[in-house]
């Protein structure tokens, strides 16, 4: 299992900028593909940005390309989710988990909330 743990996360008004960190610990993150997902409140975990074991190989749900940019520095067993020109629908928690999920255990999370 990978232990994760987010930060970055704030409160930032609409057009705004956040820069997410997940932290992993236990294993290396250099063989699993990442993930960042987001729930916001009343809504179920979607999948937001992933990346391939090298970070050659990027994937954006619709809503967030061109303003998300997800990267891993696997020397730093890091994953990080760049957010440019936040929107209030951005709103929710954010975790990262390698991708897919199965049984890996899911961190806190951490809140991002933009206000216009």
């Known amino acids: 299992q990978v232990q994760l743990v987010e930060s970055g996360g704030g409160l930032v008004q609409a057009g705004g900028s956040l820069r997410l960190s997940c932290a992993a610990s236990?294993?290396?993150?250099?063989?699993?593909?990442m993930a960042w997902f987001r729930q916001a409140p009343g809504s179920e975990r979607e999948l937001v940005a992933a990346i391939s074991t090298t970070g050659d190989n990027t994937w954006y749900v619709d809503s967030v390309k061109g303003r998300f940019t997800i990267s891993r520095y696997n020397a730093n067993n890091t994953v990080t989710l760049e957010m440019n020109s936040l929107r209030s629908e951005d709103t929710a928690v954010y975790y990262c988990n390698v991708d897919p999920p199965s049984r890996n255990p899911w961190g806190q999370g951490t809140q991002v909330t933009v206000y216009s």
């Open positions: 236990g294993r290396s993150l250099s063989g699993y593909p």
